[in-house]
Structures are given as C-alpha cells and as structure tokens.
C-alpha cells in the first residue's frame, strides 16, 4: 500500500507530489484484477488528439472513452482548499487526468462499449521500472481514485460498480489524500443519485441536470 502520509500531502495538484506517489504505487504493484486478466484485448494509446473533457473521460475521432468504474468529481462542483479559496472540483479531477496519462503514457483496451451512444468504457494500465520489482503495473483509475481525485463510481443502487476501486476509495478516504483532504469537497455519487432521485440530499454543492446527465451511474 501507498505511504499514506505521502499521499495525504498531494492536496492541490502538484506534479512532483504526483510523481512520488506514482513512485509509491509502483513499489506496492497497485493494479487491478480485471486489467491483468485480459490479455487478448485489444490494446492502443490515448491518442495526442485527445479532448480531455471531465476527470475520467475523453473523447477522440467522434468517440467518448470513460475509464469504467471511476467518477470525477463533477465540473461545475467546488470545494475550498487550504487558503480559503473556491476551486472546481471538476477541474481538479481533469487536471490530474491528463498529468498522469502524460506521465504514465498508459495503454487501455475496451471492458465494454454502447454503440447508440458512442461510448467505449476502458481500462488504462501503464508499466512502469520500480525499485521494489521489474515492470510494475499501474492501473490508471486505481491511481486517480488512490490519490484522491476521482471516485468509485457506483451503479443506480448505490453499489461500486467495480469492488477494487471502491477498495483505493476507502485507501484515499483514511489518509485524506487529495481532494478528500477538503471537509467540503462535493461527492458526485451522491449528487448524481440525488439527482436521480436515489437517496436525500447531499451536503454537496449542487450541479447541472446537463452534468448527471453525462455522468449518470455506470451500469
């Protein structure tokens, strides 16, 4: 497991923090299950044409690629960081988003894909050299859900959609890594399921309909 106490220090995003951490996760071969069994899946990069749009998605040549299992926090969203000052959650999420994929340059293949919607849902998992063992691998929605800037994403009745990253969840939580440092950082789950009319209010900052809308939860 990643240090906690390196972890709890990486509050607003900071590249060098990100790189320990990446560091961190090596050394503990943080990676899940279902990405190392799928071996005959077709593997490709996230293209240098990339839109990055929320904290777990992108969209390339007409098609939307979300990492399956994880939630961002939602654009539109905010929290107050240690001076004081109101920042978009969303935005956070984003920013870390594209820092590791630059970082990690991580390969991904399908889980699933919705045709009507032009969706593809992935994994994203990328080798790395470690000091603790030879070509480590680093699950991208496991790092981003550890560091605490994404979530696990969670199906209508309230349960993750994929157990492992609901795990790095309760990881990020315990060491208030990340944005979960931040007494007020808004939940997207429990916006979303709000939204959808699942469970009372949050203490959260509202969002958009537009917003649960391209995030409603994965099935």
């Known amino acids: ?23 961190a996760l090596c050394a503990c071969a943080w990676i899940s299950g279902a990405a190392g069994q799928s071996v005959n899946s077709r593997w490709f990069a996230v293209p240098a044409n990339a839109q990055f749009e929320t904290g777990d998605s992108w969209v390339a040549d007409g098609i939307t690629y979300r990492l399956y299992g994880v939630q961002a926090c939602l654009r539109g969203t905010a929290f107050t960081n240690d001076h004081g000052l109101r920042r978009d959650c969303g935005e956070a999420s984003l920013a870390m988003l ?19 919607i032009r969706t593809a849902f992935v994994f994203c998992v990328a080798t790395r050299q470690s000091d603790a ?3 480590a691998r680093i699950d991208l929605g496991t790092a981003l859900i ?29 060491s208030r890594a990340g944005l979960r440092a931040f007494a007020d950082v808004p939940n997207p ?19 958009s309909s537009a917003s649960s809308e391209k995030h409603k939860p994965q099935e």
């Open 189 to 207: 789950n429990a916006i979303i399921l709000q939204e959808l009319g699942h469970m009372p209010s949050p203490a959260a900052t509202p969002t």
């Open 1 to 23: 497991m990643a240090s906690s106490g390196s972890i709890s220090r990486c509050r607003d995003f900071d590249m060098s923090c990100v790189r320990s951490l990446l560091t």
């Open 133 to 135: 063992r030879a070509d």
């Open 98 to 116: 594209v820092a590791l994929i630059r970082d990690l340059k991580p390969q991904c293949y399908d889980a699933a894909q919705s045709v009507q």
């Open 146 to 174: 550890v560091t605490g800037f994404a979530f696990a994403a969670v199906k209508p009745d309230g349960q993750p959609v994929y157990s492992p990253y609901w795990v790095a969840e309760q990881v990020a939580a315990q």
